[in-house]
């Protein structure tokens, strides 16, 4: 057997390419890969010029080719022929990454959301200062989340699902005029965050700085929280503007609803003495 010592027996070769070595006879049973030499005592051997072939064979499997179209391939291999499949995969690849980038994205917001409900405590009240934001309305709600609400809700979610290519929990977003006149009920609209790249969006929110409080518990208990923010904000010389956007942070997380935890956030500046 000639150039030995640069031969390596098939449990060998599948060590260093970290395959079972039973593929590889399997591969060399449906002619897809072969090896190199069989010597006169029925042994496989490979050459080190088979790591680069088993490679490609490989990365064809993992996205997502029969053995039948990478064995059409590799006995009538052309450069047309790889280049119109390669074609195919890549697009296919750049939409796999981008639905992957998405989930990503999705998963990030979920874990940074369910830290501030682990943090939150009930009433507690804090300034922030937040980037822009990009969100999504839906049609008028009555708040009293009735089986017409229920039903904006449902279109709703099937509007993102169409936007962004997910189902994706969202809030509800009631104005600061309603909250002054203690009218805590009266809901505008359901609303959802677009993702960064998103080029559609209803209503932005401006960078700046923020009022931020958390109601564990019941719905039923949002009002004395707004009733709290209303207070504090007078306090501290602060005057709030356009909505309050409420959104749950543990809807995934909790055996209760009395462990729910909604976080409100309100655009506020500095009120003006003259």
């Known amino acids: 057997m000639e150039h030995k010592n640069y031969l390596y027996p098939s449990g060998e070769f599948a060590k260093l390419t970290g ?3 039973r593929t590889l006879h399997y591969y060399n049973d449906i002619g897809l890969f072969c090896p ?7 042994y496989h051997y490979y ?21 039948n179209e990478i064995r059409g391939y590799v006995t009538q291999p052309s450069g047309r022929s790889f280049s119109q499949m390669m074609s195919k995969k890549l697009t296919l690849i750049d939409e796999s990454i981008r639905q992957l980038l998405s989930a990503q994205d999705f998963l990030e917001q979920k874990a940074e959301r369910l830290k501030l409900g682990m943090e939150a405590r009930h009433g507690r009240i804090e300034r922030c200062t937040l980037p822009e934001r990009k969100i999504i309305l839906s049609a008028p709600i009555s708040g009293r989340y009735d089986e017409a609400d229920f039903s904006v809700a449902a279109e709703f979610s099937l509007r ?6 997910l189902y994706d929990s969202f809030g509800s977003c009631i104005s600061v005029d ?8 009266c809901y505008d609209s359901f609303f ?30 949002l009002p004395e929280v707004y009733r709290s923010v209303l207070a504090y904000a ?7 503007t356009g ?19 909604t976080m409100i956030t309100i655009p506020c500046e500095e009120s003006h003495v003259f």
């Open 192 to 221: 959802a965050y677009c993702p960064a790249s998103s080029e559609v969006c209803d209503r932005t929110l401006p960078a700046g700085k923020y009022l931020r409080a958390f109601c564990v518990g019941a719905w039923s208990r």
């Open 47 to 67: 050459t080190c010029f088979q790591f680069a072939q088993l490679e490609l064979i490989l990365t064809l499997r993992k996205i997502g080719l029969t053995i």
């Open 234 to 240: 007078e306090a501290q010389g602060l005057t709030l």
């Open 160 to 165: 993102l699902k169409k936007l962004f290519h």
């Open 36 to 42: 190199a030499v069989i010597g006169d005592n029925g």
């Open 243 to 261: 909505h309050a956007y409420e959104e749950g942070l543990n809807e995934m997380a909790i055996q209760s609803q009395q462990d729910y935890v």
């Open 178 to 185: 309603a909250l002054q006149k203690g009218e805590y009920s």
């Open 19 to 21: 395959v079972n070595k």
